[in-house]
């Protein structure tokens, strides 16, 4: 089974077609990557799957379950964690509360459970900081966890977002830019990390991604999409000495 | 009577209308709500008194009213607005826009008391027969006066170069400033204009009403607002339109329904249309860029 | 009984503040939860403390129902109206959402003007004067406790990621509509509480002290002493239910103070007075300071 199954998904907005007719398979526990030049279409393509926009036309299958036309918090409790382009995180929490907030989506107590502080709830925070902790250990932010998550420096950031969303436990993780702003160095580390996580944590990983070395170097297969359209896949090799892609680049000056 | 019901409709429309362009211009530059808008349209109503009473006629009570509101409504953005622009939440500045109106509505107490004036009498009864229909001619008057003032409006920000400023600016603020536009200069001309509007309604408000009293800005103010995002907030047509309606329903709902709910219309009204149509009759639907 | 006690011992002018005091809190949590946590700007507060005043009033008094219950259903009809309006309007901008909770507010007022039961414009008097300083103070306290431990828990923090950043707490699982109209009832049973309180303290209530400019006092004790904090909307509350008794020296003029007390405010400390101090500070001071040794 594959994890991700879109078919023939489209994507109108009032006359233009960010995306036309994509058709893509996510293999289980790849590490696939997303280019094409800027407008291409690829963070909405993020928000179809994510579920902020509800696709014009096509099926969208998370492990053979139907969820285009579901709500965003209810894909991501299936199991499907994102970080965004412009990093959004909550500014005026701490970094701990930020990841906590994202242990949201697989944990249960009610208004109830919580104003009374029943036993189920007091057990469910304390998993949660748990969890939340181990994921500060993982991005190396722990000393930070009581800064407020908008005085940290951007490439924290970009870390605690991440954080952020493998505290749902995902299945698929979404990233959109991860490497947008870092140096190369950081890049390495970025790189490092996502193979790691993705071994250790069972997960598939899709990347959205501008640096060409980091998605070649990273990404076991690679989508390229152009004016919402897919125009090559496969390996990174075979995607490097694709002609259309080639043309694409080159044609917007990249 | 339908007739008659719809021109008083239209005469109480046309101050909405007036007052409702205000908050739209405002709202659509600077995406606040000037909450102290009311009470500028009340000191306009006050000092349009004050020039009647001194002999004046109605077209020098009427641009005295402007010509003063335009000066209180760009000293109002100066002092109250300005330092918050950029810097602070969208929240800050509301709560300052009421500060003002808190101000302003108690200065003209502290000065007049909080009591009716009436208006001296400026044109006469005179009424005139249009077919079947009693017509006063302070309401043609002050229809004509309306429409004139909206008509400019409309070409001023069509036509000149000023007005393309101010579309600008609307459209993208941080945009006009890179393409060179003094948006400091062209967020005041905004508030002076809406405020100079506000000021002839609240003028004409006073005469067809023969009535001012220092808190007729709150709820006008409201109920203006409630016009100018039943017709879509920022929109200027919408605003005209808004507050045309607002005023028709409400005396409809007054000779037909109840008068006791008068006020309640306002409110239902922009309810349903936030619930049904968030962006008005004229609004265009803003999608959100995630 | 305490209440005799204090009868006696304290002047009845400071037990007054004292007693409006604790119900403005009670009130202002209320709306701290909406617009200081949540983030969903409500300016219409006052129509729930109408609600709940008007129909505790009127259980009291026409329907002789004992104070407890004349309290209970005073709130449980506001937060049902919280719950009614909250969940169409609610997926609408902060700036809109300002406007329909305005619109709300004006639309109780219009309504209790009309409504025979509750005296129409004259009003309704004769409430029996239930509300002490203990029972408020009482209330108060499992008010705060019961704010705080929401805060602190699950849900409340979820409340603030709504407030921070509404897509990314979608993506964390948050079913924001549904926590946001939870938290507009909580916020509405909490003012249809005060209102309770107010009209049983009152003794007469009518649609003028429910008005726009209720609703704006109310959001100014939230706003003044730093949105989402409770510390902070206590001070708020206590500052601006103190000051204009302070101002009374100046009577006429309070109202002129007062409007250019929240432009000077709003212009020089927009997050209000403890909005950027927070308990992490106070942990973070001390978790480096641990670390440290």
Not at chain 3, 161 to 182: F, P, Q, S, Y
């Amino acid at each position: 089974m594959n994890i991700l199954e879109m078919t023939r998904i489209s994507q109108e907005f009032g006359g233009l077609r960010a995306v036309d007719t994509v058709s893509l398979s996510v293999l289980t526990g790849e590490i696939l990557g997303i280019i094409g030049p800027n407008g291409a279409g690829k963070t909405t393509l993020f928000n179809i799957i994510t579920g902020i926009y509800v696709p014009t036309e096509g099926e969208l299958l998370f492990r053979e379950r139907r969820i285009d036309g579901m709500a965003p918090h209810d894909i991501a409790r299936l199991g499907i964690g994102r970080t965004f382009q412009n990093i959004r995180l909550f500014g005026k929490l701490s970094v701990l509360d930020n990841v906590r907030v994202g242990r949201f989506g697989v944990t249960h107590s009610g208004l109830w459970s919580c104003l009374l502080r029943l036993p189920a709830a007091r057990r469910e925070e304390k998993e949660t900081e748990l969890r939340a902790m181990e994921l500060l250990e993982l991005v190396d932010l722990v000393d930070k966890r009581y800064e407020y998550a908008e005085n940290l420096a951007y490439g924290e950031q970009r870390r605690l977002e991440i954080a952020r969303a493998l505290a749902l436990d995902p299945s698929l993780l979404l990233l959109d830019e991860p490497g947008a702003g870092m140096n190369t160095g950081e890049k390495e580390e970025l790189m490092a990390f996502i193979r790691s996580i993705r071994d250790q944590l069972n997960l598939t990983i899709i990347l959205v991604e501008h640096d060409m070395n980091l998605v070649m170097n990273i990404c076991e297969r690679i989508t390229v999409l152009d004016y919402g359209r897919k125009i090559a896949e496969g390996t990174p090799a075979q995607v490097k000495n694709d002609e259309r892609v080639i043309q694409s680049y080159l044609g917007s000056g990249a | 009577m339908f007739w008659e019901q719809l021109l008083n409709g239209l005469t109480l429309g046309s101050s909405y209308a007036l007052i409702a362009l205000g908050y739209t211009m405002v709202y659509g530059i600077v995406q606040l709500i000037n909450f102290a808008h009311g009470e500028v349209y009340m000191f306009g109503a006050f000092v349009g008194l004050f020039l009647v009473t001194a002999g004046f006629n109605i077209f020098v009570a009427l641009l005295g009213a402007m010509a003063f509101c335009m000066l209180l409504g760009m000293l109002i953005e100066r002092v109250a607005y300005r330092p918050l622009r950029g810097k602070s939440s969208r929240l800050s500045a509301l709560i300052s826009a009421i500060g003002v109106s808190i101000f302003l509505s108690t200065l003209m107490v502290l000065y007049r008391g909080p009591n009716t004036t009436r208006y001296p009498e400026v044109l006469g009864g005179s009424t005139f027969q249009l077919g079947s229909l009693q017509v006063s001619t302070l309401q043609i008057i002050i229809l004509l006066i309306a429409a004139l003032l909206m008509v400019v409006l409309e070409l001023a920000i069509k036509k000149t170069r000023v007005g393309k400023a101010m579309r600008a600016c609307s459209q993208d603020l941080e945009a006009s400033k890179l393409m060179g536009v003094n948006v400091n200069r062209i967020i005041s001309l905004t508030f002076a204009v809406g405020s100079a509007l506000a000021a002839a309604g609240g003028v004409m408000v006073g005469i067809y009403y023969n009535a001012v009293w220092p808190y007729m800005g709150t709820m006008a103010g409201l109920k203006a607002f409630a016009a100018a995002v039943l017709g879509g907030i920022g929109s200027v047509p919408g605003a005209m339109i808004g507050g045309l309606t607002l005023g028709v329903l409400e005396i409809m709902g007054i000779a037909y329904l109840s008068s006791s709910y008068k006020d309640a219309i306002a409110f239902a009204i922009l309810i349903l249309v936030l619930i049904i149509r968030p962006q008005g009759l004229v609004g265009q639907k803003l999608s959100k860029k995630v | 009984m305490f209440d005799a006690f204090l009868n006696q011992t304290i002047d009845a002018y400071y037990l007054r503040i004292l007693i409006f005091i604790g119900i403005n809190i009670i009130l202002a949590l209320g709306l701290n939860l909406i617009t200081g946590v949540t983030g969903q700007l409500s300016m219409g507060h006052a129509g729930f403390m109408s609600l709940g005043a008007y129909t505790s009033a009127i259980l009291s008094v026409q329907l002789e129902v004992p104070f407890a219950l004349a309290l209970l259903g005073g709130a449980l009809v506001a937060a049902f109206f919280g719950f009614l309006i909250g969940i169409p309007t609610l997926r609408l901008e902060g700036d809109y959402l300002a406007m329909v909770t305005i619109g709300f507010a004006e639309i109780v007022r219009v309504f209790f003007l009309n409504f025979g039961p509750g005296g129409k414009a004259v009003g309704l008097s004769g409430i029996p004067q239930n509300t002490g300083f203990t029972v408020v103070w009482l209330l108060v306290l499992v008010v705060i406790v019961l704010n705080r431990q929401l805060l602190a828990s699950r849900v409340g923090r979820s409340l603030y990621a709504i407030r921070e950043n509404e897509i990314a707490a979608e993506a964390c699982g948050v079913d924001t509509t549904r926590m946001k109209v939870l938290a507009f009832s909580v916020g509405s049973l909490l003012g249809g509480l005060g209102g309770g309180l107010y009209a049983h303290y009152m003794y007469y209530i009518n649609p003028q002290d429910f008005g726009f400019m209720k609703s704006i006092e109310l959001l100014n004790m939230v706003v003044l002493g730093g949105m989402g904090s409770i510390p902070g909307t206590i001070i708020g509350v206590v500052i601006l239910t103190i000051l204009p008794e302070m101002l009374r020296i100046v009577d006429e003029y309070r109202l002129l103070f007062y409007g250019a007390l929240l432009v000077i405010l709003m212009i020089f400390r927009p997050n209000g007075l403890l909005g950027d101090v927070r308990v992490y500070d106070i942990k973070k001071w001390w978790t480096q300071r641990g670390d440290r040794e």
